[in-house]
């Protein structure tokens, strides 16, 4: 089965920074896209970076500047730089996967929690 295990997640202090892992196992496909999202209490799942196939990337808005996407294809994962972490940055940060078979198939991870505060 494929599985998508995050881990780096944890407290730190406004200004700090922390780099998230995914590491993929169970992969018998091409990847398409490899991405990280994220939602906070009370809000819906947003995209903060994705990495395609081709290895462009896009952010949203919100940590331009401040994060990073990176992989690497020979460990199957996919890595997110966080610098210059705000409380608005707090919240549970999810890996994902797509890939196309005719359709497009997405799998996620279980999720690790990230708390920016004093």
């Known amino acids: 089965q494929v599985q998508l295990v995050e881990s780096g997640g944890g407290l730190v202090q406004p200004g700090g920074s922390l780099r998230l892992s995914c590491a993929a196992s169970?992969?018998?496909?091409?990847?398409?896209?490899m991405g990280w999202y994220r939602q906070a209490p009370g809000k819906q799942r947003e995209l903060v970076a994705l990495?395609?196939?081709?290895?462009?990337?896009n952010y949203a808005d919100s940590v331009k500047d401040r994060f990073t996407i990176s992989r690497d294809t020979t460990k199957n994962t996919v890595y997110l730089q966080m610098n210059s972490l705000k409380l608005e940055d707090t919240a549970v940060y999810y890996c994902?996967?797509?890939?196309?078979?005719?359709?497009?198939?997405?799998?996620w991870g279980q999720g690790t929690q990230v708390t920016v505060s004093s």
């Open positions: 990495i395609s196939r081709g290895g462009s990337t």
């Open positions: 994902q996967i797509t890939r196309i078979a005719g359709t497009e198939i997405t799998y």
């Open positions: 169970g992969i018998h496909f091409s990847i398409n896209t």
